[in-house]
C-alpha cells in the first residue's frame, strides 16, 4: 500500500483552505486520512503565513517511504529557503 502525502481541499466555493495530509494512495482526494501535517491557504498574501506545516512530521512520514505530491513539495521547498 503506497503511502501519499496530498493536499485535502476543505472551504467554501471560492475561498479555497486545504489541508496538507498523509493518505493512503487509493483514498479519494478528501477522504480518510492517517495523520494531518499542516495547512494551506492560498488567498493570503505572504507565502510564509500561507502556508504552516510539522516538518519534522513531514520528514519522518518521506523517510517512512511517503511520496509527496508535486505541490506540496514545491511548497516545501520554498518554505525551507
Known amino acids: 500500500m503506497a503511502v501519499k502525502i496530498r493536499m485535502a481541499r476543505h472551504g467554501a466555493?471560492?475561498?479555497?483552505?486545504y489541508h496538507v495530509v498523509v493518505i493512503p494512495g487509493e483514498s479519494?482526494?478528501?477522504?480518510?486520512?492517517?495523520?494531518?501535517?499542516?495547512?494551506f491557504d492560498p488567498l493570503k498574501k505572504e507565502s510564509k503565513e500561507a502556508?504552516?506545516?510539522d516538518?519534522?512530521?513531514y520528514r519522518?512520514?518521506?523517510?517512512?517511504?511517503?511520496?509527496?505530491?508535486?505541490?506540496?513539495?514545491?511548497?516545501?521547498?520554498?518554505?525551507?529557503?
Open 13 to 17: 466555493k471560492k475561498y479555497p483552505f
Open 28 to 39: 479519494r482526494r478528501n477522504g480518510d486520512f492517517i495523520a494531518k501535517l499542516g495547512t
Open 51 to 53: 502556508f504552516k506545516i
Open 55 to 57: 516538518l519534522e512530521g
Open 60 to 81: 519522518a512520514w518521506t523517510a517512512k517511504g511517503a511520496q509527496p505530491s508535486q505541490t506540496v513539495r514545491q511548497l516545501v521547498k520554498t518554505l525551507s529557503n
